[in-house]
């Protein structure tokens, strides 16, 4: 599930049609007729690095398939450091969707290890510790999570020079450093990078 989000520049977008850019996702939910225009974009989306070299984005919710097309599978992209998650990023200088990248892991990577680590970790702590029962509980939590946690900040300190050729350091177009992911944008008004007026808001328009 994905956050859609809806761009609206009060100058460009006036009395035009809703479009989606359709990047990373395939389909949509929303709430929104698309009267009014404006541009609809997911907030984060997965993509695979492939072994050519290019970045392709798997669609929510058709991710399985377009994986199963490119011929690969989800813990062999993932052990690779070849699965990125992509969070599409307002520049705060000139109002451009820059695209942040960072290895990860599926949603469902290491689900039953967390399950079975954490149970394991609670019954030996109870069993054969003194541990206080919150302790105990916290410490089965964190091991609970820690697939989830840890195999990302191992896979990108493995990886770390394929994660930092992927990194962002400057917007596509202005070249400033300073972001914010859209799901902090719609906080504030933005420059719109069509017109350079400060008149584009992002609101939440539905889900994918
Ligand atoms: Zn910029
Ligand atoms: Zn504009």
């Known amino acids: 599930m994905g956050t859609i ?18 990047k990373g996702f395939a389909g949509c939910v929303t ?23 290019d970045i392709v984005p798997l669609p929510h919710p058709i991710e399985d398939s377009t994986l199963r097309q490119l011929g690969y599978k989800w813990k062999e992209v993932a052990h690779r450091g070849r699965l990125l998650g992509i969070t599409n990023v307002v520049c705060l200088s000139c109002g451009t969707l820059n695209e942040a990248r960072r290895i990860t892991v599926s949603g469902d990577y290491g689900c039953l290890t967390g399950l079975l680590g954490g149970a394991v970790c609670f019954l030996l702590l109870k069993t054969f ?48 450093t ?5 799901s902090r944008a719609t906080k504030a008004i933005h420059k719109c990078p069509r017109c350079g007026e400060l008149s584009m808001r992002y609101s939440i328009a539905g889900r994918s």
Request: charged content about 15%; aromatic content about 14%; glycine content about 10%.
């Open 5 to 22: 989000y809806r761009a609206y520049c009060e100058k460009c977008d006036r009395g035009t049609t809703a479009r989606a850019d359709w």
């Open 31 to 53: 709430s929104y007729d698309g009267t009014g225009g404006g541009t609809l974009h997911t907030g984060y989306w997965l993509a695979v690095l492939t072994d050519g070299g």
């Open 129 to 176: 510790t003194g541990m206080a029962f919150p302790l105990v509980l916290l410490t089965s939590y964190l091991v609970l999570f820690s697939p989830w946690v840890v195999v990302p900040l191992w896979l990108r300190w493995r990886y770390n020079e394929r994660q930092a050729s992927l990194a962002l350091r400057n917007c596509t177009k202005c070249g400033s």
């Open 178 to 182: 300073k972001f914010v992911p859209l």
